[in-house]
């Protein structure tokens, strides 16, 4: 059981995360943190377009349908109709304000997930710089000195292509469910103020 207990707290050991995410960090260079930025940022605004997706869209769509049952169930005519909804100004605002509910902040997604490699391609250019200065100075002579410029170059490559294909993942599911939604808009509107 002690040897349990000593793998548990050795694999546990945040002092020791710590450590190595802050020579992650320092080994990529001024790059890196603002790649680190761009991934919170990012992934902050996935997080809430999936709680959007799985929780605030039903009860989005359930307070506006609300509004509309109300003012048809006490008109004179039948219920609405595919052509009604193109031609009343309430139905058509209905519509539009989903539309722009199920697009909100997926351009700004996309713009960041396409911003994260380039920002990688940039911190690959300041440390081959530091590499070239380096050899600038010292010569071929000295690999310990370039080694740190390689690292500064490769390292934050390496983050912008894991959090923008990460971002990526997340987001073409986000997009096909908006899609979906978008498509399946007047047929759904026509089912629930009908029933």
Known sequence: MAEVWFYLR?????????????QFLQAGGWVMQIIVLLCLLLFSLLAERYWFCFRGYREFYQHR?????????????????????????????????????LNERLGMIRSLIALCPLLGLLGTVSGMIQVFDVLAVSGTGNPRLMAAGIASATLP??????????????????KSWSDRKQQQLNSHLLQDLQG
Do not use: N, W
């Open 65 to 101: 349908k609300a509004e509309l049952s109300g003012r048809y169930s006490k008109a004179d005519h039948s219920a609405p109709c595919l052509l009604m909804i193109r031609k009343d100004p309430l139905l058509r605002s209905f519509l539009c304000d989903l539309r722009l509910a």
């Open 10 to 22: 050795q694999f546990f050991d945040l002092e020791a995360y710590q450590l190595t995410l802050d």
């Open 157 to 174: 490559t390496l983050a912008g292509m894991a959090v923008s294909v990460t971002g990526l993942l997340l987001y073409s599911y986000l």
